[in-house]
């Protein structure tokens, strides 16, 4: 999950108040200790963004190349399965040699587990854990490698605490209420011409990446944008779809071409909506990202950025990687809204309705 090279896995939160001019100093307040000093219980902390044991925190390491970069670490000692499972049968074998019986009871058991336990602990080196993220002061923006609602959780109250606002995370709805709208006024709506509205369940985040397949098939799949003219869009597989109520609630599609799948047409038909596929954007100059788009969590994994045509010193690589990541996040953005422009209409909503049980009904699928 790492910012500087390689593929990135993020969630993108929106920051509505600037952070204090002593941030750094409150991040090192609450740096991670030391590990020659961790006992058996885990720690948590904040490190600088160079690699996980990179305290104490100052200006020279919380920030690169103009953006706060931190990365919140989590420190414990963890014992392997296989090695707690063969002390423990060793003890049990002592025991009942010792007591002269043919089995351990249940309690003894227990005891004899915890004991284990309590003498490998502190011997295990610690694990390292680490949640990166990367602030841009002037767009408000912060990318965090927090990929699972526990992370994101554990992420958010911690800034929280260091810095003193709480990030946002991007999602369908969040984008509506800065477009000033929101989607409770939007309603239920079906995809498929088979199941109707009322039977749905309201999934703003499933809605769009299903509207996103509708119109990268059926409209062509280019979109204008304000600032770099056209985008195309394209989704592959694997595919997950979801639907919430009666049957199966997911159906996943990894092989082959699922997009044209006999399987995939059966799970729109179905009331099913797309939750996660290959997410594929692309500007006329050759740029091109590529991701998993989890739309539910709005988390985007193994997102692989534009080639650098130049050659560029270390701080100027991460300057560019962001500023790719930046354009991912603002034709994203792009797209976003004009979902939320359509969908938001109901007259506009009704015609696309009608466009999308067209596309499910008539698309070809293979076997």
């Known amino acids: 999950m790492s910012f500087e090279n390689g593929s990135i896995s993020c969630r993108i939160f929106h920051v ?23 006992g058996p219980e885990p720690v948590h902390g904040w490190v600088g963004g160079r ?24 420190a414990e000692r963890k014992v392997p399965a296989s090695l707690v499972r063969a002390e423990c049968m060793l003890e049990e074998f002592a025991h009942m040699r010792t007591e002269r019986k043919p089995f351990v009871d249940r309690k003894t058991r227990s005891d004899i587990r915890k004991q284990v ?19 841009d002061e002037r767009a408000s923006v912060l990318y965090a490698g927090a990929t699972s609602e526990n992370q994101t959780d554990a992420f958010r109250v911690s800034f929280r605490n260091a810095a003193g606002c709480d990030p946002i995370p991007l999602t369908v709805v969040t984008s509506a209420v800065q477009l000033g709208t929101s989607v409770s ?40 944008t304000k600032k770099q003219g056209r985008v195309a869009v394209a989704l592959e597989g694997p595919l997950l779809f979801t639907r919430t109520g009666e049957g199966a609630h997911e159906m996943a599609l990894r092989h082959g071409l699922p997009t044209i799948s006999a399987e995939a047409k059966t799970a729109l038909l179905s009331g099913k909506k797309l939750e996660r596929a290959k997410l594929i954007l692309a500007l006329s100059g050759e ?25 560029l010193d270390a701080a100027s690589t ?36 009608k466009e999308i049980h067209r596309w499910v009904t008539d698309r070809t699928s293979k076997r």
């Open 287 to 311: 740029e091109t990202w590529s991701c998993a788009f989890d739309t539910d969590a709005f988390v985007f994994r193994s997102l692989k950025l534009p080639e650098s045509k130049e050659i």
């Open 185 to 224: 006024d939007w309603g239920k709506t079906s995809f498929s011409p088979e199941v109707p509205d009322s039977a749905m369940d309201e999934t703003p985040g499933l809605d769009f990446l299903t509207w996103l397949w509708f119109a990268s098939e059926a409209r062509g799949g280019l979109f204008d």
């Open 16 to 38: 509505p108040h600037r952070l204090p001019k002593d941030v750094v100093a409150q991040f090192a307040l609450r740096a991670a200790p030391p590990l020659k000093s961790m």
């Open 51 to 74: 690699h996980l044991l990179d305290i104490p925190i100052t200006d020279e390491n919380a920030f690169f190349g103009g953006y706060l970069r931190l990365v919140m670490l989590k």
């Open 318 to 353: 991460f300057q560019d990687r962001l500023q790719k990541l930046d354009l991912f996040r603002e034709l994203l953005l792009e797209l976003v809204a004009q979902f939320i422009a359509e969908r938001g209409d109901p007259r506009r909503w009704a015609t696309t309705q």
């Open 117 to 135: 336990m309590a003498r490998l602990l502190p011997t295990m080196p610690p694990t390292l854990k680490g949640i990166p993220f990367v602030y």
